[in-house]
């Protein structure tokens, strides 16, 4: 790129061609104020403040517009430019507001700071009265457009950045405002309340509503949002009190930048709430007493070591966290390792987390993204299967719409619902809830035939292929549309475009492998990547998007009954031999059971005693009557949390834990993005951090050392797992991002190249037994079901938020209006959903997002869900027991 030298301020420098002239000054250290200029948004030299005076021509130029050309004289601090300025300011000033003191911006202010600055005290200028009230009825933003001054930031981040489009200029002149469509209020808008806006308004025009305290922040705390898998980095904004705000992290180089979602924005408030557990808890008959660390340490190690004596080791399991610390699913696999001696350890993403590694084998297929979430931006094309991005990982969401807006990447969304995606979508493929399997097939098949596959690929995969095409005999082109309800010509040409445009990015959900077909979908896809040239590139790969914040760091701890961290096997004496010589004694060698063996196990008698940690499977997982007998037959259940949940119920010892922003440590987001979280304010009452509660306990039964930090536990975590060394505390606090494997698509190569078709014959397996099963009751529904934006997981986070649980609508069942009213059924009647040996009542909700024939039951706190229709699935060796969609009938009453 060629380089522009020009002079400001005196000083001779060169910049890249297409650089304004304040991103130049500004990489020289040069300072000019700016109100509507963000880094991270198209400029709009809307405000023009940051001008400056060219001196050979006298021009006055808006910097954050202008670009550098050769020669330029520039001065950024003249009397000319400073008198403009201020006369700008003044401008400004004159129809704000004067409640500076009750405003919630307080000295965050930029038009106020910038006042300063220039030292604009007693205004000369006639008041122009401006009052527009307070607006909104939504728990987290308020409007005040009195003292709003038009600099476009809000809209622009709206656009360009989430690309919901809520908002706009309204009217003109003096009237001009920035609002919604109509100027409705914002609940009547799209907006999604992700407060984008209110972080990056430089007044208070925008600002958060309930907060607890209108003071200003006193510190500012790195951290990682608790919520889903896409790992943004947090700013926690502290008072003498607590936590008083949280915005993105923008001092480092995060995956978010100035994006939250409302989650992430919103929903911590849970780290306050009145019932958090304060003290560790011992059940006496029904009731509970508080006692002393000390007390509930030695119970809970008496008891772990009566029922390894009684039973043995393999009678107790560990239950560990996708929610929790690296450092703390390290500690906890440990203790059930060398500290009890089983292997029976897994966590709760096994409810969630894509089945990847029956697909690539471990580690590099343990569910990691192929890419960074950033790269999605350069794909040109786009396919969303079993996944809705816009409620379980928003981030994500943004990514991608960006992509299709302002780079015309084309977007193919296979989703049986209309949701937020379809309106980018080209097309949107509304395939019959199931067929997923069969559509895949499909679009392979046209891959093959048409000869649209990489050459290379082909020639060196032709017996995988040979396979792929002998299933074609099998499966002929009609029972393809027949099952997913797509006509031939759209899903031919729907392959063709995946094919063509290059490169390609696949993002997929749950709905994908929980639908039955276990990893047999994923393989599919991974073929599909393959055989279009589009694995391993930059702006292609695969994105499954996991669930939980920190289960990609649970499953890399090893809290998983397979493997020993970082995936290496206990099976392997080497690798035994190694950890033993670290952990100073020898390893079990017995293959553990998974979280679903465990609780089967519990409800026969075998597992007499469970330790759970940051879990709530009483909740979140199927059945929860079945969960509820098997662990009330337990001779000993110790459970760590942050409140009393219904699992915690059923406990003989609870231990209180500290919540993301009480503790140090690190989480992994689903790129595979170690991130460090440091503590903003202290653990309530006698809560500790759970590494501290697991080392009290690992000293208890190893007599090793306590470790004294959570980086000590990392060093330790850097000499056993290959892909975590060099991952230490002081480096992740200088570099927010570090990619330890895997996602090295735009570092060079990356360190896997497998570039092998996977066979495709469970998958031709699969669809012939669906096909077998195909006789089901004509008048039932097929129900499928999702996590909703505003509630997240197992009712310790956004259950707990005061203002996420305001905006929760109340449970429902979502049918569409037609087939509805075909059956003479109104809106808010209730019906009885009956599956299996199970049923629940429910209203109705009208929503024509749903297709005919398909009822849709968002998740919702409380015990009337979705996976309380099934029956637990016992003894499951796999890693997804249970069908995301079911057949139930539906009754009024
Ligand atoms: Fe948190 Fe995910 Fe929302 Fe980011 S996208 S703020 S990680 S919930």
């Not at 509630?791 to 509805?820: C, D």
């Amino acid at each position: 790129m060629d380089s522009v030298t020009i002079t400001i301020n005196g000083l001779v420098a060169s910049g890249r061609d297409g650089m304004t002239i304040l991103e130049l000054a500004r990489e020289m250290g040069i300072s000019i104020p700016t109100l509507c200029y963000d880094p991270d948004l198209s400029p709009a030299g809307a405000c023009r403040i940051c001008l400056v005076e060219e001196e050979k021509t006298g021009a006055l130029l808006a910097s954050c517009v202008t670009p550098i050309t050769p020669g330029m004289v520039i001065q950024t601090d003249s009397p000319r430019v400073r008198e403009n300025r201020k006369m700008i300011i003044k401008l400004m000033l004159a129809s704000h507001p004067e409640s500076c003191l009750l405003c919630e911006k307080g000295n965050r202010c930029r038009l106020r700071q910038i006042a300063a600055e220039l030292n604009i005290g007693f205004l000369d200028l006639y008041k122009l009265p401006n009052y527009t009230g307070i607006q909104e009825l939504n728990p987290f933003i308020q409007r005040d457009l009195s003292k709003c001054i038009l600099c476009g930031k809000c809209l622009r981040a709206d656009q360009e950045l989430v690309v919901v489009g809520a908002i706009d200029y309204f009217q003109r002149g003096f009237a001009a405002k920035p609002a919604t469509w109509g100027d409705q209020p914002l609940e009547a808008s799209p907006c999604t309340f992700c407060g984008t806006c209110v972080s990056i308004c430089p007044t208070g025009a925008l600002s958060e509503k309930g907060k607890p305290a209108l003071s200003s922040p006193i510190t500012s705390v790195s951290s990682i949002c608790p919520y889903c898998a896409c790992g943004c980095g947090l700013s926690l904004k502290t008072a003498a009190f607590g936590v008083v705000a949280v915005e993105p992290d923008r001092e480092k180089r995060t995956v978010n930048q100035a994006a939250l979602c409302a989650r992430g924005h919103y929903g911590w408030d849970f780290i306050s709430h009145k019932e958090r557990l304060t003290s560790p808890l011992l059940r006496q008959g029904d009731n509970w007493r508080k006692c002393s660390w000390a007390e509930a340490l030695d119970f809970a190690t008496a008891t772990l070591n009566k029922v390894c004596q009684e039973h043995g080791p393999e009678a107790l399991a560990f239950l560990g966290s996708s929610k929790c610390t690296n450092e703390e699913n390290y500690l906890f696999q440990k203790l059930a390792r060398v500290g009890i001696g089983t292997n029976n350890i897994d966590n709760g993403s096994r409810l969630w987390g894509p089945p990847a590694a029956q697909v690539w084998g471990a580690p590099w297929g343990w569910g990691a993204m192929t890419n960074p979430i950033a790269d999605l931006e350069e794909a040109r094309g786009l396919l969303v299967i079993g996944a809705n991005p816009d409620e379980t990982a928003p981030l994500v969401a943004y990514k991608i719409k960006r992509a299709v807006r302002f780079h015309q990447a084309k977007l193919v969304l296979v989703d049986p619902r209309g949701t937020r995606l379809a309106s980018f979508a080209q097309p949107w493929l509304q395939l019959r809830p199931g067929s997923d399997g069969f559509l895949l097939l499909g679009f392979l098949r046209v891959i093959l035939e048409e000869g649209l596959g990489e050459k290379k690929i082909i020639e060196t995969n032709q017996a995988e292929l040979a396979e792929l095409q002998e299933a074609g005999q099998v499966i002929s082109w009609n029972q393809i549309v027949q099952e997913t309800g797509i006509e031939l010509p759209l899903l031919k040409e729907c392959a063709r475009q995946l094919a063509r445009e290059k490169p390609l990015a696949i993002i997929l959900g749950d709905g994908l492998w929980q639908e039955g077909w276990e990893h047999f979908n994923l393989a599919a896809l991974i073929n599909f990547s393959i055989l279009t040239g589009n694995l391993w590139v930059k702006g292609g790969g695969i994105y499954p998007l996991g669930k939980e914040n920190n289960a990609q760091g649970a499953r890399d701890m090893g809290v998983l009954p397979e493997f020993l961290p970082g995936y290496q096997s206990f099976l392997d004496e080497e690798v035994r031999e190694k950890f033993a010589q670290a952990w100073g004694k020898s390893l079990p060698k017995q293959k553990g059971w998974n979280a679903w063996q465990m609780i089967a196990k519990a409800n026969e008698g075998k597992i007499k005693g469970m330790y759970i940690m940051g879990e709530n499977p009483l909740r979140s997982f199927p059945d929860q009557q079945f969960v509820q007998n098997s662990l009330a037959k337990l001779n000993l259940l110790i459970v760590q949390d942050l409140f009393f949940t219904e699992t915690a119920r059923l406990a003989h010892v609870i231990f209180p834990a500290a919540s993301f922003a009480e503790k140090e440590g690190t989480f992994t987001n689903a790129e595979r993005r170690v991130q460090l979280l440091e503590p903003a304010v202290l653990p309530p009452g006698e809560s500790w951090p759970d590494w501290k509660i697991l080392t009290e306990l690992l000293t208890r039964f190893t007599g090793a050392p306590a470790y004294a930090t959570p980086a000590e536990i990392l060093q330790e975590i850097n000499g056993l797992v290959p892909f975590y060394g060099g991952i230490k505390k002081e480096r992740l606090k200088q570099e927010s991002l570090f990619w330890p494997c895997f996602n090295a698509a735009d570092q060079g190569q990356p360190r896997y190249k497998g570039q092998n078709v996977l066979s495709i014959s469970p998958l031709i397996k699969k669809i012939m037994e669906i096909k077998e099963r195909k006789k089901e009751a004509q008048n039932s529904f097929l129900l499928i079901w999702g996590t909703p934006l505003f509630y997240f997981g197992g009712g310790t986070r956004s259950e707990k938020s005061r203002r996420l649980r305001k905006i929760m609508p109340p449970p429902s069942l979502h049918i569409n209006p037609q087939e509805a009213v075909k059956r003479g059924w109104t809106e808010g009647s209730k019906v009885k959903i009956s599956g299996g040996s199970k049923e629940a009542i429910l209203p109705l909700s009208f929503n024509k997002e749903i297709p005919p024939g398909t009822v849709f039951w968002p998740l919702t706190p409380g015990e009337t869900n979705p996976h309380n229709l099934l029956d637990f699935p016992e003894g499951w060796p796999g890693y997804f027991p249970y069908p995301r969609s079911r057949r139930v009938s539906l009754e009024r009453i």
